[in-house]
């Protein structure tokens, strides 16, 4: 009897031990300045719930099809469109980590003047590989879609006239624009606004609790629009 009791409470420390341990895998690109950023919040977030995490590298298309599996944990950020359509693999965090504003760039000497979007169905689209808010709005312009992992690859494409237009968040659109000078001819047209959220697969519902608290106090504390501007004058210093 002795032996048993001292058994099963060897097994429970074990199993308590082994869950406080538990580290959740989280997919992350780390291919823009932003999601860098957007991972140092998740990692805070994390730790100020007592929660391991640790970052694993994955293309966006790869890291969906392991999310709606639950071959890993999350996803450092997905848009709401990205969300929507996977609701019943994932949950959100309530609190956005960022929001963006989704952009069409064209070249202005391809199109008459004054442009519309309807100009460009039928024409080249480059998007950012596995980008949900870019393949929906390039569905409303009913465009052909090409797709590239950089933006920077978009970019050089639309230069070499190899692309139409590009459908890119106009925040990102203006620093690569500031820190590689783009064509006069190169115009933007604003398409949409759009969140991003954290997000967890279905089998981790129990840190939610946990984790909406500390990402709302981290970034209410250090948001990512402030962290972003703090980064651009360190690199200007």
């Not at 060897?10 to 989280?26: H, N, P, S, W």
């Not at 998740?42 to 994955?58: Q, S």
């Not at 950012?128 to 090409?146: C, F, H």
Request: aromatic share 8%; glycine share 4%; net charge positive.
């Amino acid at each position: 009897m002795i032996r048993f009791t001292f058994f099963f409470s060897a097994l429970v420390l074990f199993c308590a031990q082994a869950f406080a341990t538990e580290c959740l895998e989280i997919a992350s690109e780390q291919k823009t300045k932003e999601e860098i950023i957007a991972q140092k919040i998740i990692k805070e977030a994390y730790n100020r719930a007592n929660l391991c995490v640790k970052f694993r590298t994955l293309p966006l298309k790869r890291a969906a099809i392991m999310l709606r599996r639950g071959a890993i944990d999350g996803s450092v950020w997905r848009s709401d469109s990205f969300i929507a359509q996977n609701r019943a693999k994932l949950h959100a965090l309530k609190t956005p980590i960022s929001t963006f504003t989704v952009a069409v760039i064209y070249n202005s000497e391809t199109y008459p003047s004054p442009f519309q979007v309807s100009d460009l169905q039928q024409e080249k689209i480059g998007i950012r590989l596995g980008s949900t808010i870019a393949q929906q709005t390039v569905g409303m312009l009913r465009g052909k879609t090409i797709e590239a992992p950089y933006y920077e690859i978009l970019l050089g494409m639309l230069k070499h006239g190899r692309l139409n237009a590009i459908v890119v968040p106009m925040e990102i659109y203006q620093r690569l624009a500031k820190h590689s000078p783009l064509p006069k001819n190169f115009k933007s047209l604003a398409q949409q606004t759009f969140s991003l959220r954290h997000v967890l697969s279905k089998k981790n519902t129990r840190f939610l609790l946990k984790l909406n608290k500390s990402l709302h106090d981290v970034i209410t504390e250090n948001s990512f629009q402030e962290r972003l501007k703090e980064e651009k004058l360190h690199i200007r210093t």
